[in-house]
Nanobody, 117 residues
Framework: QVQLVESGGGLVQPGGSVRLSCAASGFTFGSYAMSWYRQAPGKERELVAA?????RYADSVKGRFSISRDNAKNTVYLQMNGLKPEDTAVYYC?????????????WGQGTQVTVSS
């Protein structure tokens, strides 16, 4: 049974930091590109960061967010620094097989990040 379980969200002040974690199980983690998406109220889901052999980021988070993975722990992380109110969203972990294209094959349930004073 495939599972992606996000954790680490919450309420944080502007300028603060949060680290999200996504623990994966039920598939061969090392064969999947892992990604973080987010969806703010009234907006479409957007790609924030992705990692497989390299990393890529949305322009809006470059220099502030960092994605990493630990294949031994089947876990992907998103370190978010310099948070802004516009980063408020539900953050989703996604897994896409490296031979696939498009949207992730698997999704987590999401974790809320709220940036507010």
């Amino acid at each position: 049974q495939v599972q992606l379980v996000e954790s680490g969200g919450g309420l944080v002040q502007p300028g603060g930091s949060v680290r999200l974690s996504c623990a994966a199980s039920g598939f061969t983690f090392g064969s999947y590109a892992m990604s973080w998406y987010r969806q703010a109220p009234g907006k479409e889901r957007e790609l924030v960061a992705a990692i497989f052999s390299s990393t890529r980021y949305a322009d809006s988070v470059k220099g502030r967010f960092s994605i990493s993975r630990d294949n031994a722990k089947n876990t992907v992380y998103l370190q978010m620094n310099g948070l802004k109110p516009e980063d408020t969203a539900v953050y989703y972990c996604g897994a896409r097989h490296f031979t696939s294209s498009g949207d992730p094959n698997y999704w987590g349930q999401g974790t809320q990040v709220t940036v507010s004073s």
